[in-house]
């Protein structure tokens, strides 16, 4: 092509990747099961290889997922942003979800293990604080069934 007289100017095709999506959160390498360098005498790549997935998608609030547990503490910095706004709340006000062991709309995690669980589907992730989630972003609802 360069020696065409018509040509004025031409340069290779570079191919253009991005770089891996690795958050910023503080303990974001112990979590060895999203990414397992061999820390803590580890096996190097036994993980779900959560990089590769998120170089296309870390979430959505549109997804919806209801964590059916001992409740979520929707207090917890890394879950705050990623708790689901019921878009037509009944004469309770269930606007997260519903306490089935208190028959409430307020829903308290008393054991943690909800919070847990949560935190491993979607804690909110490279927001410099705590883990991260499988997910970065989505909507969780809370339905606490265990006492």
């Known amino acids: 092509m360069l020696l065409d007289p018509q040509v004025e100017f031409a340069e290779p095709n ?4 991005k770089d891996d999506v690795i958050p910023n959160d503080a303990r974001f390498d112990e979590q060895w099961t999203l990414r397992n360098t ?6 190097a790549g036994s993980d779900i290889n959560a990089i590769s997935a998120w170089n296309t998608t870390t979430g959505s609030h549109s997804t919806v997922i209801a964590v059916i ?6 207090s917890h910095p890394d879950l705050a942003n990623n708790q ?3 878009p037509t709340p009944g004469e309770e006000d269930d ?8 028959n409430s709309p307020t829903i308290q995690d008393e054991q943690g293990h909800g919070t847990a669980v949560a935190g491993i589907i979607a804690a909110e992730g490279n927001n410099s604080v705590g883990t991260t989630g499988v997910m970065w972003r989505a909507s969780l609802i809370s339905l606490r069934v265990l006492d």
């Open 95 to 102: 606007l997260h979800g519903w306490d089935y062991v208190a």
């Open 84 to 86: 689901w706004l019921n």
């Open 38 to 43: 061999g820390q803590n005498s580890g096996q």
């Open 14 to 17: 570079f191919l253009i990747a």
């Open 69 to 74: 547990d001992s409740g979520v503490d929707f």
